[in-house]
């Protein structure tokens, strides 16, 4: 705030000279200029691009029928294990980028599981990299456990006692359903028994009557185990009975201490589909500026924002549980950038609460990373971060510009990113532009967290579109 009235104290000087001064016309034109970068540009202190070590929750999280988001290895988080390192987490994240891209290439075929550990990878989930928890509660009495909330998987699981054969370390005690007076084996005769090939990309098991699932996950981490219903608590006022999920009695994989998933995608199995007949198939989240504050996951209309401008939800047809949307151009600095339409229909392109980075065609990318390199030629570059290849030093700067981005959607629709949306930090010294390229422009696009962050995103599957606002968190 203070960098902005500093610079906007210094334009009105420099247009009160200009009026003094005897060359008005060229004068002015000068201030214009300025006037115009200062509007398409960020201006902000080195100082305050790593998040804070103390926990500032967000007061949007009081919404009705609301969950508080934390990010899961921020100072507002109780998971017990260590948080991985940036190159971990983008390592993480091309690993989750890839499933998604082999599942829509429909190249990951279902076979017998011979080992746990050879599961097919269906979901676009790698919970390793997925980033966000939520809280709900399980059973009766209820047991709070801490959830990945992911929109690109659909069934919702979490460890269950006993743990036959691997259970990973979580920050409650394992959901234990002998314990439960409302828990329920779905039965493998049970057509809803059927509906498990389609939510997890692997054809229901029997054991002793009863129906079990199986899904994996692109970094080579499972849950196995049994299919059953039980009450699921969201807030006081949300509970539901006869929820539909897996109660996984062998797990591996990088879960970072959350009991399991929470299904977000479109399938019947997942969670804004169980509960439709009170929420219309409606949820909205924002996603925290920095892993110090916490954001919201909330179900049906109330607290979505007037100004929420909407696109519509594509169906990719061998991905259609993922929310589908239409880019139609992106902005750096307020100028649109030359990119044939094209270049992102031709694979489309999916959001994504799980996928960290944002991933866009290779000729969107490159137009892109050279209009930010040229907005950003007077600071030096600093090492490629991973999958990031556009990275600027500014330990030896107090403060900097960066220009804006924005991205336009079918409908007429345009988003500006926020600040904590166009970079990624590693250090003063790495503080990198937080996109990057597919291989080609045959790869789905995916719109990932980073991107979202602030914004209100509202999926609304019953009128087949989804919903962006500015200022979501506040």
């Known amino acids: 705030m203070a960098a902005t009235i500093s610079s906007t104290f210094l334009s009105a000087s420099l247009l009160l000279l200009c009026l003094l001064s005897a060359s008005r016309k060229g004068c002015v034109a000068f201030v214009q200029q300025e006037l115009a970068a200062e509007t398409h540009h960020h201006t902000l202190q080195v100082s305050s691009l790593l998040p804070s070590s103390v926990c500032n929750p967000s007061k949007a999280t009081d919404k009705k029928s609301s969950l508080t988001v934390i990010h899961k290895h921020g100072p507002c988080s109780q998971l017990t294990s260590d948080a991985p390192t940036f190159t971990e987490v983008l390592l993480h994240d091309q690993a989750r ?4 891209h082999s599942r829509l290439a429909n190249t990951v075929n279902n076979v017998k599981e011979k080992a746990a550990t050879s599961i097919p990878a269906k979901d676009g989930s790698v919970v390793g990299s997925a980033s966000y928890i939520v809280t709900v509660g399980l059973g009766t ?6 959830l990945v909330f992911d929109t690109g998987s659909d069934l919702t699981w979490t460890q269950c006692q006993p743990c036959v054969r691997y259970c990973y370390q979580q920050k409650e005690p394992i959901f234990d359903p002998s314990q439960s007076k409302s828990y329920l084996n779905i039965s493998c005769s049970s057509s809803i028994c059927g509906s498990l090939s389609s939510a997890t ?3 229901p098991a029997c054991s002793s009557s009863t129906c079990v699932y199986k899904i994996g996950y692109g970094d080579k981490s499972f849950s196995v185990g049994f299919f059953g219903t039980e009450r699921l608590t969201l807030t006081s006022a949300d509970i539901f009975d006869n929820f539909l999920f897996g109660c996984g009695e062998n797990n591996q994989g990088l879960f970072s201490g959350a009991a399991g998933l929470l299904g977000l995608g479109r399938n ?3 969670l804004p589909s169980q509960i439709a007949q009170k929420y ?3 949820f909205s989240y924002c996603l925290p500026s920095s892993t110090s504050s916490t954001g919201y996951l909330s ?6 924002s007037n100004s929420v401008e909407f696109t519509p939800l594509v169906t990719l047809s061998r991905g259609p549980s993922f929310y589908g949307l239409g880019i139609t151009g992106i902005s750096v600095g307020g100028k649109r950038l030359s990119i044939s339409a094209s270049v992102f229909t031709t694979a489309g392109t ?13 000729t969107a990318y490159s137009a892109l990373r050279t209009a930010f390199r040229q907005g950003m030629s ?3 570059m600093g090492k490629p971060l991973s999958i990031l290849d556009t990275c600027y030093d500014l330990s030896s700067y107090n403060s900097f510009s960066i220009p804006k981005i924005s991205i336009s959607f079918s409908g007429g629709v345009e988003v500006e990113i926020a600040l904590s949306g166009i970079l990624y930090v590693n250090s003063p010294s790495q503080v990198c532009l937080a996109f990057a390229g597919n291989n080609n422009d045959s790869n789905v696009g995916i719109l990932g967290n980073v991107q979202q962050k602030t914004l209100q995103v509202v999926y609304d599957s019953a009128n087949a579109r989804v919903g962006f606002a500015t200022g979501g968190c506040s």
Do not use: Q, W
């Open 97 to 100: 980028v890839n499933s998604i």
């Open 141 to 146: 009495p209820k047991k709070d456990l801490s």
């Open 201 to 203: 990309g692997n054809p």
């Open 268 to 270: 019947e199995l997942s």
């Open 280 to 282: 219309k198939k409606v």
């Open 299 to 304: 179900f049906g209309n109330s607290g979505i």
């Open 350 to 362: 999916i959001i994504d609460s799980g996928t960290v980075i944002t991933r866009l065609p290779a």
């Open 378 to 380: 007077k600071y030096p």
